[in-house]
C-alpha cells in the first residue's frame, strides 16, 4: 500500500472527505497513516503528558515526544510558530480554555478534533472545541479537626467564625477562579441566590444584583488566606499537624498527598456546589506536518488507556464511559455531579471578564 493510498484512507476514517455518518471510524488506517508521517510534539501543562507520549510511542509505532510547560508558554509557542509559518508544535492540552479558545482557536493557529468513532460517547458541550479532560478543584478540610466537612453552604466561607480561615490561590494570579466567578455568574447564579436563602432564612438584599458578585465582595472582605500556589493551600488546609482550622479550594491532586500523611478531606454536600470542574483543550496545530499521527494522539487522550496517567489525580475524561480509577484519592468520582460543570459556551464572557472580577475582587479583600 503506497502513501497516497494510506493518506487517503487516513482521511476517510477521520471524516473530512467524503465519508457519510454511516462510515465505521478506521483507526487501522489512522495508524498505518500515522507511521509515515514525522514524530510529533506534543505539549501540555502536566509532567504526566511525558509519560503519555512515551506510551503512546509504545502502543502504535508512532513517535511523540510530550514536553510540559505552563498554558501561557504553550499558546505564546504555538502563536509565535503558526505567525512564523514554522510550525513545530503539533498537539497542544490547553488548561486555559478561555485563552486557548480566544487566542488559538479564533485566529485559525490551531484546529479542534472529534474522533468520529467517539462522538457518542462525548456529551456534545465537550466537543466544539473538544475538551479533553476535566480537573476538579473542590472545597477541603482537615479531618483531624473534623468527622464531616464544616461547611455545608458556601456563603458559611464568608461569615466571621471562618474569617483568615479560607485557603485559595490569589484569583488576581489565577484565571481559573476568576473564570469561576464568571461561569457561576453565567450559569449557577440562581442556585447562589437559592443558598444564601437556604442559610439565611431570607431573600439576598434586592440591592445585590447578582448573588455571586455579592459572594466575591464577601469572600474577599472576610481576609481569606491567599496561597501562590495549590500546595500551599493544600498545606494549609491538610497539614497533619497544623496549629489552625482552614477550609479551601485545592486540586483533587493534592489528596494524593494522603498517603505522605496530609488529612484532606472532600466537602461533599455543600450548596450550591462543592467546587468545579476546570476543562482542557485538545487541539491539533492547523501547520502540523503530522496531522494523521496528531489525530491519533488526540484519539488516545480519550481512551480509558491514554488519560489514565491524569485519572489518578482525579481528572476527569469527558469521554463517559471512562471512569476514575477506583483508588483515587478524593473520591471525587461519586460527587461529580456535585460539580459546577464548567461550559465553553461562555468561555468569551470568562476571557472578557476577567479584569473586571480581579478589580472586584482587589477592591474588596481585606488581610
Known amino acids: 500500500m503506497n502513501r ?216 474577599a472582605a472576610n481576609s481569606p488566606l491567599l496561597t501562590h500556589s495549590d500546595n500551599d493551600a493544600a498545606e494549609a488546609v491538610g497539614a497533619p499537624d497544623g496549629k489552625g482550622d482552614f477550609v479551601g479550594l485545592v486540586s483533587t491532586a493534592k489528596f494524593r498527598d494522603n498517603q505522605q500523611g496530609m488529612k484532606l478531606g472532600l466537602c461533599h454536600g455543600m450548596k450550591p456546589v462543592i467546587g468545579w470542574n476546570y476543562p482542557s483543550l485538545g487541539v491539533i496545530a492547523a501547520g502540523s506536518r503530522s496531522p494523521n499521527a496528531a489525530k491519533l494522539f488526540i484519539r488516545y487522550l480519550m481512551t480509558a488507556e491514554g488519560i489514565a496517567p491524569q485519572g489518578v489525580d482525579g481528572k476527569m475524561s469527558t469521554n463517559q464511559t471512562v471512569a476514575l480509577p477506583a483508588n483515587e484519592p478524593s473520591g471525587i468520582e461519586k460527587y461529580r455531579d456535585e460539580l459546577m460543570a464548567y461550559q465553553t459556551s461562555s468561555a468569551k464572557t470568562d476571557w472578557q471578564t476577567r479584569q473586571d472580577w480581579q478589580d472586584l475582587w482587589n477592591l474588596n479583600y481585606r488581610k
Open 4 to 219: 497516497t493510498t494510506i493518506a487517503s484512507l487516513a482521511l476517510l476514517a477521520a471524516g473530512t472527505v467524503g465519508a457519510s455518518a454511516a462510515e465505521p471510524f478506521d483507526v487501522s488506517s489512522l495508524v498505518a497513516a500515522a507511521r509515515q508521517e514525522a514524530p510529533i510534539t506534543v505539549y501540555a501543562s502536566t509532567g504526566k503528558i511525558v509519560q503519555q507520549a512515551k506510551a503512546f510511542s509504545e502502543r502504535y509505532g508512532v513517535n511523540a515526544v510530550g514536553i510540559k510547560a505552563d498554558a501561557p508558554q504553550i499558546i505564546e509557542i504555538l502563536s509565535r510558530e503558526a505567525l512564523a509559518h514554522n510550525v513545530k508544535a503539533d498537539v497542544a492540552i490547553v488548561e486555559d480554555a478561555p485563552a486557548g479558545i480566544e487566542q488559538l482557536l479564533s485566529k485559525g493557529y490551531v484546529q479542534s478534533w472529534v474522533p468520529t468513532d467517539l462522538k457518542t460517547t462525548i456529551p456534545a458541550n465537550y466537543q466544539d472545541p473538544l475538551t479533553v479532560v476535566l480537573a476538579p478543584n473542590v472545597f477541603a478540610y482537615n479531618t483531624t479537626h473534623h468527622d464531616a466537612c464544616p461547611i455545608t453552604n458556601i456563603w458559611q466561607l464568608t461569615e466571621p467564625q471562618w474569617r483568615g480561615k479560607v485557603a485559595l490561590q490569589d484569583p488576581t494570579g489565577k484565571p481559573a477562579y476568576t473564570d469561576w466567578f464568571s461561569q457561576l455568574a453565567t450559569h449557577y447564579d440562581q442556585p447562589m441566590r437559592e443558598a444564601y436563602q437556604q442559610q439565611y432564612g431570607k431573600p439576598l438584599p434586592a440591592s445585590e444584583h447578582s448573588a455571586t458578585e455579592a459572594f466575591v465582595k464577601a469572600l
